[in-house]
């Protein structure tokens, strides 16, 4: 497809700092729904004009220099929904996984890597077999990363992060038996249980790595090997994060929430964004210098 010439010559103008721009974007795309309804259209329009927002945003984010977008396409509690919308949303994402698929130049061209982060075993197996099909297909793509959050949940990650690293971890080695010469340790009960937070033995505690638990623990995340976002944009005016990327937020990250629909964002509004980062970033590296030199 491409930008028109005149889309990439507003999309330069910012490219003159590029510490200034964001390395990664994180989107809840949202508003579908509601654009659909003042459309006149069937929910699955609405939906499948959001996917064609993505792509278009993909190739602004593309022509930057961005290289991680993360967006948040299906949350675990969208199966709370009626089964006819799920049913249709599902159509929809093995629609346009399909579709990118038939986009194989513009993914190579561009080196664009497409990963799903979330629950595979909630998705119907036609899906999952899609999603395990465009992953390998761009595995070593390196230039750029999407990344597709689909049945995803930030707390359901984080529980099954801890679920997977509770299973790597070793189990502790029992203590070494006191030979019959050593006299073996009198406990006292209350000292015990003052010492041991309650009677559990020192023993039985599992030792965290020396670095900490932060390290390991995102290792088991769906988004293990990304950096945390330096810019989370929530279309539609909600001002809340939904259960995406809890974990992955930092203080660094920069919030940007707006009116607007996600299929009605324009050009102009996505470099009002930009420029909205590139402020904050300015004063954040200013402040983080004062401080340092203080």
């Not at 309804?37 to 993909?58: A, C, I, P």
């Not at 390998?136 to 230039?143: C, L, M, P, V």
């Not at 707006?258 to 909205?276: A, N």
Request: one cysteine or more; hydrophobic letters at 35%.
């Amino acid at each position: 497809m491409g930008l028109p010439w005149w889309k990439r010559r507003l999309l330069w103008a910012l490219k003159g700092d590029a510490s200034l721009l964001p390395s990664h974007i994180a989107i809840i795309m949202d508003g579908n729904r509601r654009f659909a309804r003042k459309k006149h259209l069937g929910t699955g329009e609405g939906h499948r004009s959001g996917f064609n927002k993505l792509h278009e945003t993909l190739e602004m984010c593309l022509e930057l220099g961005i290289r991680h977008v993360t967006v948040y396409a299906f949350s675990v509690d969208n199966f709370n929904r009626s089964a006819e919308e799920v049913e249709d949303l599902m159509d929809l994402a093995q629609e346009k996984l399909s579709d990118v698929m038939w986009q194989r130049d513009f993914l190579q061209a561009n080196e664009v890597q497409i990963r799903v982060a979330g629950d595979m075993s909630l998705l119907r197996p036609s899906l999952r077999a899609a999603v395990e099909q465009l992953t390998q297909a761009t595995q070593h793509h390196s230039k750029a990363i999407l990344t597709v959050c689909l049945a995803y949940g930030s707390r359901h990650e984080m529980h099954e992060a801890m679920r997977r690293s509770a299973e790597a971890q070793p189990s502790p080695s029992p203590a070494p038996r006191p030979s019959s010469l050593e006299q073996p340790p009198t406990h006292n009960s209350s000292s015990s249980s003052s010492s041991s937070g309650g009677g559990r033995s020192d023993e039985a505690a599992v030792s965290l790595p020396s670095d900490g638990i932060a390290p390991s623990f995102d290792a088991f995340l769906y988004t293990a090997g990304l950096p945390d976002p330096d810019l989370l944009i929530r279309t539609s005016g909600e001002t809340r994060l939904s259960d995406f990327l809890l974990w992955q937020v930092c203080e660094r990250t920069s919030f940007y929430f707006t009116p607007v629909l996600w299929p009605e964002m324009t050009t102009l509004q996505f470099i009002s964004l930009i420029l909205h980062y590139q402020i904050f970033a300015d004063h954040h590296t200013k402040h983080t210098t004062t401080a340092g030199a203080n």
